[in-house]
Each structure stands twice: as structure tokens, then as C-alpha cells.
């Protein structure tokens, strides 16, 4: 049996930092709490569980170590175009888990298949194709579905995916018992995502922003919002293309995201970190996730509310029963830090130590 234990460390765990203990592992599993000393409590760190980005695009093992140095122990990619890469990607040990949803669903004329190099799978015809698109993801082995709704506004997209489309691809994936994550970057695409009854929506509006209506309907939809704070933030910095569009601003994503906490959505940490030179920006795989708490803290959340958004709120968002949380039982999977990231989030940033399923990483 593999066994080892953390010393004198206060754990974080539901938004609550508890007092010195130490936390003892077996076989990659957290088994029992003990000892610890408040005397030495300067010294023993802060241990978090790992964190969960809920938005990236990986293409190699090494961005996998990156996740892993940086402490973010889950990556969930949000969209591959070779499904056999990330496929073997997932099976990879001593590096961050990695969940995929594969080939995207998008428009027939979408930028996933003109410009990304998605398979012309990805495209859906209508309603009345939602069911093989579904059905291949499924034979895929995928752990969710991501569904594009492409903004006119934004990127000058033509026809995206109508509302009847993202529903019936709802209903399908749902029969398939998985979840539906929907990129949407404007108030409209927002409300066709959740009336099509999307689980968790990525991206935030800056071409306009979230009304306190449309964020109490999320809420009572138990829809889920992963922000990608930082990549707005970069879109609206170096947007893409010749002619940015004057109410293209990121104080409106900032807006949406108090909007949204005020409401009581669910808000998950996602950076949608990527090295794709054909999308509209880049970002560090890893590193990006402390940037994008700041940002969250920066919108009004707490720092300890913005641990929970890559810990505990994305685990039980994406089903991920076994990790997000310090408890026995429970996947070790583990964030060691000096300071207190509750008072400073930027104390994250302090690593001391990182462990995937109880494998020392960094």
C-alpha cells in the first residue's frame, strides 16, 4: 500500500478553512484527519483540493504537466478536432485528469469546421441531425457535449445553430445521460442556451451584458456559468479582427459576472486555455487558472468563493464525485500552498506542493 501524509496543513474544504491537521493518503485516496498543531500553523501551509479547469483545449501531454505544476489537477477540454489524440491524452498518468467532449456540435458553415479543423461531423444540419451528431460522440466515449452557438455580432458568424437545433441536441444528449455545455458570448445566444436547456454555459457577453432577469432565470434553471474571464478579458484587449465593434467591452463581461453571483448562479472557474494559432487568442495552460480567480475575485466574488468556482461548485456541476473536496475517500488530489488564499487569492500562486491522485507532481 502507498502511504504517505501531509503535516500540519489547514484544509480548505466547502468554502471553509478548518484548523491545523494532518491529512493522511493511501493507494491515491485521502483515509483519515489527524493530529496537527495551531502553534505551528505559519508553518504547515494551506492545503486546497486540486483545481478544476472547466475550460481548455489540450493537444499534448506536456500541457497536461503544465496543469499539474500549477496545481490545477482536472482539465476539461471543450472541444478537440483529433478525438484519437486526447483520447490516448485521457489515459496518461502522473499528469492532470483530462475529460473531453471530442468533436463539437456547430453550424454547417461554423468556424469549427472552416477554420479549426473539425471534422465535417461536426456540423449539424438541422434539427432532425442532432441525432447522429449525439450518437457519435457517444460511440466516441466522450464525457460530455459541447454545443457552439456561434455570435453574428461578435465574429460576423453567418447562420448559426437556431434555438430548435441546440434543443434537439439537448434533448438526445440528455437521453444519452450526458451533460450539454454551450459557448455563448452574447445576452441572446445566453437565453437560447437555457430556454434549450443547456447545463453549463461558457464564456460571458461583452458585446452587451446579462439583465437581473436573465440571470434569476439561469439560477432557477440550475444552469451553470463558466465565465473565462481571462479570455474575454484578452478578446476585448486583442480582438482578432481589423474593425472591433464599439460595444465590444469587458466591463460588460464583468457586469454579467455580478449579475450572475448576485442571482445565485453556479460560477466555475474556466480559462479556455489553448495553443490553437487559428483561434482568437491563446492562453497558459496551468498558470492561466490563477490568473482567472483574480479576475473572478476582481467581479465581487470572495476569495473563498472564487476557490469554491475551480473546486467544489465544478466538481458537483460536471458529476465529478470523486474529487473537488479534502474528505476521506475522496481522490487525493491536492493543492498545497503558503499564506491564506481566503484572505488573498493570489496566495494560490504560493505552491508548495501538488499531488494527482496522490502523486506528487511538483
Known sequence: MDEMAIRNVRVFDDGVLGP???????????????????????????????????????????????????GVTTALDMGTPDWSMTRALRDEGGVASLLSAGAVACAPRGTAVRKMGYP????????????????ER?????????????????????????????????????????????????????????????????????????TSALAADLAERVIAVSPTLIMMKKLVERFPLPVKPKSIRYANAIASVVELHAAGVAILAG???????????????????????????????????????ATAAAADTFRLSDRGRIREGLRADLLLVDGDPTRNILDTQNIRGVWVGGREVR
Not at 460530455?144 to 434543443?167: A, G, S
Open 138 to 210: 457517444v460511440a466516441d466515449g466522450v464525457d460530455y457535449i459541447k454545443v457552439v452557438l456561434e455570435d453574428k455580432r461578435l465574429f460576423f458568424q453567418p447562420d448559426p445553430l437556431d434555438e430548435t437545433t441546440v434543443t434537439a441536441i439537448v434533448g438526445e444528449a440528455h437521453r444519452a445521460g450526458l451533460l450539454v455545455c454551450v459557448h455563448a458570448t452574447s445576452v441572446n445566444s445566453f437565453g437560447i442556451a437555457a430556454r434549450s436547456g443547456a447545463d453549463v454555459l461558457t464564456h460571458t457577453p461583452v458585446t452587451d451584458q446579462i
Open 271 to 309: 480559462t479556455d486555455a489553448n495553443s490553437d494559432p487559428a483561434a482568437p487568442n491563446t492562453i497558459e495552460h496551468g498558470a492561466g487558472m490563477h490568473e482567472e480567480l483574480a479576475l473572478l475575485v476582481d467581479a465581487g466574488l470572495s476569495p473563498a468563493e472564487a476557490l469554491l468556482t
Open 120 to 135: 465535417p461531423s461536426s456540423a449539424v444540419s438541422g434539427p432532425g441531425d442532432a441525432a447522429r451528431f449525439v450518437a
Open 20 to 70: 491545523p491537521t494532518d491529512v493522511f493518503i493511501a493507494d491515491g485516496r485521502i483515509v483519515s484527519f489527524g493530529g496537527g498543531s495551531a502553534n505551528d500553523a505559519s508553518e504547515g501551509g494551506v492545503l486546497l483540493p486540486g483545481l478544476i479547469d472547466t475550460h481548455v483545449h489540450v493537444s499534448s501531454k506536456q500541457q497536461l504537466l503544465a496543469y499539474g505544476r500549477w
